[in-house]
């Protein structure tokens, strides 16, 4: 692997030699600006199409406005810089070589003011001016060789736009470009804010918020017996998080301006009133262990304690320490056939030997199928449900020596439990809000949190989305975020 790897970017380093904008040095360049720009153009599709654009036209603009005011005075003024918020619930921002720029609804819920606002897209700004992805194109042709995703893989099941999204970018947009460049990034963003009239210490602002998510998602891990993810934010390649803060600390002291600029923390504040929090109607909603679908009218239920992941284009499901997986995926149904027949033709599992299943009267078929791709040859369980025009395909597995028939019992159980949606369920595929509350004297964060619909420990979310992890309390008159 290294081998090849080495001799690709000798291949490509040799192709030429450019100005680094923000240096202004002659330095190997691994492309032309115009090859990074068609990266950029190409690529913008694609990521409205796996991650979608958030449908709130103001709130667009307002990011927009934010932006461009950044842009205005950063190395590469001259690029049309493109800002999307898009509809996703990671807590993450990165940007396209080119200027497009993306911030997710999940991190605008946690910042607290324009400044910080201003702080994270001045940081993806500055990616884009230093040239970072260009200069880790090598790095992302690796990211992409070596991409294995912990997806289920059965012919003909859908098509995984994230992933291909991945791939091509490589893992570095996604999740940081390693410390160097971060670190750059953060100075870059540091300038443009000062030079924009922010105040720079808002950078600290926002990596104290991701250190906090950090902080609480290590602590959910551990609640609930997993093993805690490496946190993969915006900032996450920084090793040593403190060490990080004093160096921008230090950087941004200088470039403060003279007189303390306003941080906009009300007009930001007024803009996420209503701001969608957790999982979003067209994404489908869900409940613990259980999923609810509005617009495509439907719902089903996994064995208690399974841990649900709504992507893009697939619903995936973990159970208690991983010992099963199982994923929901849908297709078009485009003839007249039986689940059977669809699971032999679109699935491509050749003679399969299972059962008609009718959950809630709608036509089904379950088999017990050998897996192909990276899960080789073990046995899994796939069921098609066809309901409203569309087909969804179930398949799931035990993890390997794990007790593959409580799984396979389980797998079924939750393909049987699939029915569209009763009266009674429709509010609950309604998404969360944020919505604003002055805070009254004595008001405290337990108390805010009692009869939440959060999941998950609600009194520590308020305090995230609040800056008080993991202690503090609200003042009487601090205007709060709250979830309904
Ligand atoms: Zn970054």
């Known amino acids: 692997m290294r081998k090849l790897l080495a001799s690709i970017s000798v291949a490509v380093l040799l192709a030429a030699c450019a100005t680094n904008p923000v240096s202004g040095r002659r330095e190997m360049a691994l492309m032309s600006e115009q090859q990074e720009l068609a990266i950029g153009r190409d690529m913008h599709p694609k ?45 993450n921002a990165f940007a396209l070589p080119g200027g497009y720029i993306y911030i997710t609804r999940g991190l ?26 260009v200069r880790q194109y090598t790095a992302a042709t690796a990211a992409q060789l070596g991409m294995t995703l912990g997806s289920i893989f059965v012919p003909g099941l859908g098509n995984n736009v994230a992933q291909n999204v991945m791939g091509v970018l490589g893992q570095a947009t996604l999740s940081g470009y390693g410390r160097e460049h971060e670190l750059e990034s953060d100075s870059l963003g540091a300038e443009y804010l000062a030079q924009a009239g922010y105040d720079p210490q808002a950078i600290l602002g926002v990596l104290r918020t991701l250190k906090a998510q950090g902080d609480y998602a290590t602590a959910q891990a551990k609640a609930e017996g997993r093993e805690p993810q490496a946190y993969h934010g915006l900032f996450a390649s920084h ?19 003279d ?26 909603i869900r409940r613990e262990n259980r999923f609810y679908h509005g617009p495509l009218d439907f719902a089903l239920e996994f064995p208690p304690g399974w841990r649900l992941q709504n992507q893009p284009d697939r619903l995936l499901a973990i ?59 073990r046995q899994g369980r796939v069921a098609v449900i066809f309901h409203r025009n569309q087909a969804y395909i ?36 309604k998404p969360l809000r944020l919505r604003l509350k002055t805070a009254a004297p004595g008001d405290n964060f337990a108390q805010l949190a009692k009869g939440s619909r959060l999941p998950g420990d609600a009194t520590a979310q308020l305090r995230l989305l609040n800056g008080h992890y993991p202690t503090g309390e609200p003042a009487a008159g601090d205007t709060l975020k709250i979830v309904r």
Request: proline fraction near 5%; avoid cysteine.
């Open 239 to 257: 090793p040593d998080e403190d060490t990080r803060l004093k160096e921008v600390l230090t950087k941004a002291s200088f470039l403060a301006p």
């Open 108 to 133: 605008l819920a946690y910042m607290s003011s324009e400044a910080e606002l201003a702080g994270v897209l001045g940081h993806e700004i500055g990616h884009v001016t230093a040239r970072h992805a």
């Open 259 to 284: 007189t303390p600029a306003d941080d906009g923390r009300e007009r930001f504040q007024k803009r996420l009133d209503g701001l969608v929090f957790g999982d979003s109607t067209v994404q489908g």
């Open 394 to 429: 179930l398949v799931g597995v035990a993890k390997e020596g794990g007790d593959a028939q409580a799984a396979d019992r389980a797998l079924l159980q939750t393909a049987l439990s699939f029915h569209p949606l009763r009266e009674d369920e429709r509010a609950l595929a």
């Open 47 to 91: 990521v409205l199409q796996a991650y979608g654009e958030y449908d709130d036209p103001a709130l667009q603009a307002y990011v927009r406005g934010v932006g461009e005011k950044l842009a205005a005075v950063s190395h590469r003024a001259n690029l049309i810089y493109r800002f999307t918020v898009v509809d996703s619930t990671d807590i």
């Open 319 to 377: 159970a208690p320490g991983g010992s099963a997986q199982a994923q929901l995926t849908s297709q078009d149904l485009n003839q007249r056939e039986t689940p059977r027949e669809f699971m032999i033709r679109r699935l491509g599992i050749r003679n399969p030997a299972g059962q008609e299943i009718s959950p809630a009267g709608l036509p089904g078929y379950s088999a017990n199928v050998q897996l192909g791709g990276a899960l080789a040859r």
